[in-house]
């Protein structure tokens, strides 16, 4: 048994990118629209390897929202590592949609654009706000960045969100 975990370690510890976190790449992979030159309105859902050996079996999820006319994209998300911080791990604010997510670069999992768009992105925001677990977050099984887009998922299901099974976490709200 011993060496079955020396093995697994070794294993964990050569799946290390060797990049620092605080260094990785955070710079816009440039696939969500330029809000500056579009107006209409966007949503996007994105989903990006997970940071470190995690990258290699899972994903996290985000929401990046632009109303019509805006000049900016709202991105919705969860950072676990707010909650060690006393703060929420539920993140709204002005940002890049379609950031790197530390090195791993993004892939866009759902567009809705245009008409209608507006009113998809109030119901999203409204259950944004209205997520269970904005102060608690669990890599394994959950609640994480993945339950809160899940979440969101089955609080819009105008959404037509089908998340990936590399969201871990995306199932936890129904075992609830």
């Not at 030159?37 to 290699?56: F, Q, S």
Request: proline share 7%.
């Amino acid at each position: 048994m011993r060496f079955v975990l020396l093995c697994v370690a070794a294993l964990l510890v050569s799946c290390s990118s060797g990049q620092d976190w605080r260094t990785a790449s955070r710079e816009p992979a440039g696939i969500a629209p330029d809000p500056a030159t579009t107006r209409e309105a966007v949503l996007h859902v994105y989903g990006a390897d997970a940071w470190g050996w995690r990258g290699w079996f899972a994903i996290h999820t985000w929401i990046a929202a632009k109303r019509t006319g805006e000049d900016a994209y709202t991105v919705y998300d969860v950072v676990g590592w707010r909650a060690s911080r006393g703060v929420p791990v539920v993140r709204i604010a002005r940002d890049a949609p379609d950031r790197h997510w530390y090195g791993a670069p993004p892939r866009l999992l759902k567009e809705h654009r245009g008409p209608g768009v507006d009113e998809l992105i109030d119901a999203v925001d409204r259950a944004a706000k209205s997520y269970p677990w904005a102060t608690e977050y669990k890599v394994f099984p959950g609640p994480n960045s993945n339950t809160f887009v899940a979440w969101i998922g089955r609080q819009v299901p105008q959404l037509g969100l089908d998340l990936p099974f590399s969201a871990i976490g995306s199932s936890y709200a129904d075992s609830r």
